[in-house]
């Protein structure tokens, strides 16, 4: 069962709603603007007309707010944007040096030089046109049957694309050391189940632009008016009916919810209409002996529509994957229609990201340590991971305290929370193991050919630990990641090179700012392991109930008075925050700055260092 990775969400220092006005180095080219520099922590941005014992939030960040709105290009700005921005052009030195004619460049920087490269060939991306997309249009047109739409989506998935559902390893949350095979809910075009159920105006409205949008993508795939809006039709009754199978947000939030794990014969009997061996093999795993099937109700929706819809339905299901996922990376008209849905219909960015922005996230997320590994050669060096971890061995301690001093906790249990706590695997800034990708081949071509070849690449990798041990030497995100996250399964939080740089961890800065940012942003994610989900987790990253009932009892009673207070909330217009969903968040952020708070001052010997800057 895959419990993704608890990633950190929110922000303690400022907003994201709204930009760091910062010294600015020379701009790498002339067409673009300057680059921000790197956002630090600045005693300007708390605006000392407020009073922080009523409104501690503005009084933080409220000249940082008024000073920054949201650039067109985003839906959202905060220190985590800037930051990400600060990274993507370190990571543009990088590849524009890779990638520049006539470089004398080894194995890696050839890889990434090229995969970007091709990516900012424009000229050729336009030229090309619907090409990249033509073999796999023309398969589907030749389908018979429902077996042979399983079997084509097999081979798009290997590809990266995100028909009928989608399919990798993961750990068994029942052994934590074994890997295996899971299938989950998805293949839909919108966000999430929600959109295509719920009945008010808003909801409406969106689900009427999708549509729009689907008969205009389907247009420039050289549809008639009449043959793209039948198409958009088609595509919006299977993706509804397999929404309303799909589970809520809230229950995938269970982890015995989405561990299902079951043999062949039980899956075949769940879901008959998929022909489950023909599409392991093609999907390149060959037969399998049993599988977590996160989402029961999905899969028995999916076997409905498999029966039920005609072969011109899932055509054009199929037809709109293809042209959905690899809009992105067509010609301009494709990337331009593609933004006017989920760029500004869906999220609110009024702007297209400059195409070097789009490309130099297209090879993070593509060659990962490819990439990651020069990253972190130029940003982040042994010393700011050796103070890290110092760090993160005081808020260690902290938690440790703290659990010695709960009084609701019985003494069974706290050896246990203890023990949890004792065996935390802490990942700082980079693996200790890089990924070959020596069998990768990347060359100056196609663009969409290079995406294709790295998407079944770590496809292809991620299914070879299928059945073998779990090596928790590996990481989930890039190196560049401005984020931070708590594993269960694995019991391990990980802090990537990324979000180690200013505002969050500055080597330049003293104890306080540093607790109080990425400080944080660790006490969050060792919260995490205690929270309603990683509670469920024993130190061996197992599912299993290690509280007693007393204990548990207690905390479930306290963990549903933080969801009470949460659902109050009322953050826009009517929008009520949902407290069960955001639950794990809001523990993760009220847990890591307390025990942030009692680091420092363990750091500092009980006594905090003079005030700066009043």
Same mark, same amino acid.
């Given at each position: 069962?895959?419990?993704?990775?608890v990633l950190l969400?929110?922000?303690?220092i400022a *907003?994201?709603?709204?930009?760091?006005?910062a010294?600015? =180095?020379?701009?790498?080219s002339?067409?673009e603007?300057?680059?921000?520099?790197?956002?630090?922590f600045d005693?300007?941005?708390?605006d000392?007309?407020v009073?922080?014992?009523?409104?501690f939030?503005?009084?933080?960040?409220?000249?940082?707010?008024?000073?920054?709105?949201?650039?067109a290009?985003?839906s959202?700005?905060g220190?985590f944007?800037?930051?990400?921005?600060?990274?993507?052009?370190e990571?543009r030195?990088?590849l524009?040096?890779a990638?520049a004619?006539?470089?004398?460049?080894d194995?890696t920087h050839?890889?990434?030089g090229?995969?970007y490269?091709?990516c900012?060939?424009?000229?050729?991306?336009?030229a090309?046109?619907m090409?990249?997309?033509?073999?796999?249009?023309?398969r589907?047109a030749?389908l018979k049957d429902?077996?042979?739409?399983v079997?084509?989506?097999a081979?798009?998935?290997? *590809?990266?694309?995100?028909?009928?559902?989608p399919f990798?390893?993961t750990?068994?949350?029942r052994?934590a050391?074994?890997v295996i095979?899971?299938?989950?809910?998805?293949?839909?075009?919108? =966000?999430d189940?929600d959109?295509?159920t719920?009945?008010?105006p808003?909801?409406?409205?969106?689900?009427e632009?999708?549509?729009?949008?689907?008969?205009?993508?389907?247009r420039?795939?050289g549809d008639?008016?009449?043959s793209a809006?039948?198409?958009?039709?088609?595509v919006?009754?299977?993706?509804?009916?397999l929404?309303?199978?799909s589970?809520?947000r809230?229950e995938?939030?269970d982890?015995?919810?989405?561990?299902?794990r079951m043999k062949?014969?039980e899956?075949q009997?769940?879901?008959p209409?998929?022909s489950?061996?023909?599409?392991?093999?093609?999907?390149?795993?060959?037969p399998?002996?049993?599988i977590?099937i996160a989402?029961?109700?999905?899969?028995?929706a999916?076997?409905e529509?498999?029966k039920?819809a005609?072969?011109?339905?899932?055509?054009?299901?199929?037809?709109?994957k293809?042209?959905h996922?690899?809009? *992105?990376r067509?010609s301009s008209?494709?990337?331009n229609?593609n933004?006017?849905?989920?760029?500004?219909?869906?999220?609110?960015?009024?702007?297209?990201?400059p &195409?070097w922005?789009?490309?130099?996230?297209?090879?993070?997320?593509?060659?990962?340590d490819l990439?990651g590994k020069?990253?972190?050669?130029a940003?982040?060096?042994?010393?700011?991971?050796?103070?890290?971890l110092k760090?993160?061995?005081l808020?260690?301690a902290?938690?440790?305290?703290?659990?010695?001093?709960?009084?609701?906790?019985?003494?069974?249990t706290?050896?246990?929370?203890k023990a949890?706590?004792g065996?935390?695997v802490n990942k700082?800034?980079?693996?200790?193991k890089w990924v070959?990708?020596?069998?990768?081949?990347?060359?100056r071509?196609?663009?969409?050919?290079n995406q294709g070849n790295?998407s079944r690449?770590e496809?292809d990798?991620d299914?070879r630990k299928?059945?073998k041990?779990?090596?928790k030497?590996?990481?989930?995100m890039t190196? =560049?990641?401005?984020n931070a996250?708590?594993s269960?399964?694995?019991?391990q939080?990980?802090?990537?090179?990324?979000i180690l740089q200013p505002?969050?961890?500055?080597?330049k800065m003293d104890d306080a700012p540093?607790?109080?940012?990425i400080?944080?942003v660790i006490?969050?994610?060792?919260s995490?392991?205690?929270d309603?989900?990683?509670?469920?987790?024993?130190?061996?990253g197992?599912?299993?109930?290690w509280?007693?009932e007393?204990?548990?009892a207690?905390f479930? &009673?306290?963990?549903?008075?933080v969801e009470?207070?949460?659902?109050?909330?009322v953050p826009?217009d009517?929008l009520h925050?949902?407290?069960?969903?955001?639950?794990?968040?809001?523990?993760?952020d009220?847990?890591g700055?307390?025990?942030?708070?009692?680091?420092l001052?363990k750091?500092q010997?009980g006594?905090?260092?003079?005030?700066?800057?009043?």
């Amino acid at each position: 069962m895959k419990l993704r990775p608890v990633l950190l969400t929110t922000l303690l220092i400022a *907003s994201s709603r709204t930009s760091l006005a910062a010294d600015v =180095p020379k701009a790498l080219s002339k067409s673009e603007p300057p680059a921000a520099a790197a956002p630090r922590f600045d005693t300007k941005f708390i605006d000392t007309t407020v009073n922080p014992c009523a409104d501690f939030y503005q009084y933080a960040c409220g000249t940082w707010l008024k000073a920054n709105p949201v650039p067109a290009e985003f839906s959202i700005w905060g220190r985590f944007s800037e930051l990400l921005q600060s990274n993507q052009h370190e990571l543009r030195k990088i590849l524009e040096a890779a990638s520049a004619k006539g470089a004398r460049n080894d194995e890696t920087h050839q890889k990434i030089g090229d995969y970007y490269g091709s990516c900012m060939d424009e000229a050729r991306v336009e030229a090309d046109g619907m090409k990249p997309i033509q073999p796999a249009l023309a398969r589907i047109a030749t389908l018979k049957d429902a077996d042979g739409v399983v079997l084509e989506s097999a081979r798009l998935r290997r *590809s990266g694309n995100s028909a009928l559902f989608p399919f990798g390893s993961t750990q068994d949350a029942r052994d934590a050391r074994e890997v295996i095979a899971e299938a989950d809910q998805g293949g839909l075009g919108l =966000p999430d189940r929600d959109y295509y159920t719920k009945d008010d105006p808003k909801s409406k409205e969106l689900r009427e632009k999708y549509v729009r949008h689907m008969t205009a993508m389907f247009r420039l795939a050289g549809d008639t008016p009449e043959s793209a809006a039948a198409e958009a039709a088609r595509v919006m009754a299977i993706e509804t009916a397999l929404a309303k199978g799909s589970m809520t947000r809230v229950e995938r939030r269970d982890p015995e919810k989405v561990y299902n794990r079951m043999k062949m014969a039980e899956l075949q009997t769940l879901a008959p209409a998929i022909s489950w061996d023909r599409y392991f093999v093609e999907a390149g795993v060959g037969p399998l002996a049993s599988i977590n099937i996160a989402s029961p109700s999905y899969f028995k929706a999916l076997d409905e529509q498999l029966k039920s819809a005609s072969i011109d339905d899932w055509k054009s299901y199929l037809r709109w994957k293809i042209i959905h996922d690899e809009a *992105s990376r067509l010609s301009s008209a494709f990337v331009n229609e593609n933004f006017a849905f989920y760029g500004t219909a869906l999220t609110g960015a009024k702007e297209l990201q400059p &195409r070097w922005k789009r490309c130099v996230a297209a090879t993070d997320r593509g060659l990962r340590d490819l990439l990651g590994k020069p990253y972190v050669d130029a940003t982040f060096g042994a010393d700011g991971k050796e103070r890290m971890l110092k760090m993160v061995l005081l808020l260690e301690a902290a938690m440790d305290d703290d659990l010695g001093k709960i009084t609701w906790m019985d003494d069974e249990t706290r050896v246990k929370a203890k023990a949890k706590l004792g065996t935390f695997v802490n990942k700082i800034g980079y693996p200790d193991k890089w990924v070959d990708y020596g069998k990768l081949e990347i060359k100056r071509q196609s663009w969409a050919s290079n995406q294709g070849n790295a998407s079944r690449f770590e496809f292809d990798r991620d299914l070879r630990k299928v059945g073998k041990p779990l090596d928790k030497t590996e990481w989930g995100m890039t190196p =560049p990641t401005v984020n931070a996250s708590y594993s269960p399964e694995k019991n391990q939080i990980s802090f990537p090179a990324g979000i180690l740089q200013p505002p969050f961890f500055d080597k330049k800065m003293d104890d306080a700012p540093n607790f109080g940012a990425i400080g944080g942003v660790i006490g969050h994610e060792i919260s995490h392991g205690f929270d309603d989900q990683g509670s469920q987790f024993d130190k061996d990253g197992n599912l299993k109930n290690w509280w007693s009932e007393k204990s548990g009892a207690e905390f479930k &009673r306290r963990a549903a008075c933080v969801e009470k207070q949460f659902s109050e909330y009322v953050p826009v217009d009517d929008l009520h925050v949902n407290g069960k969903l955001t639950l794990g968040e809001n523990i993760g952020d009220l847990g890591g700055l307390k025990i942030a708070h009692a680091a420092l001052v363990k750091a500092q010997a009980g006594k905090l260092s003079s005030k700066v800057d009043g």
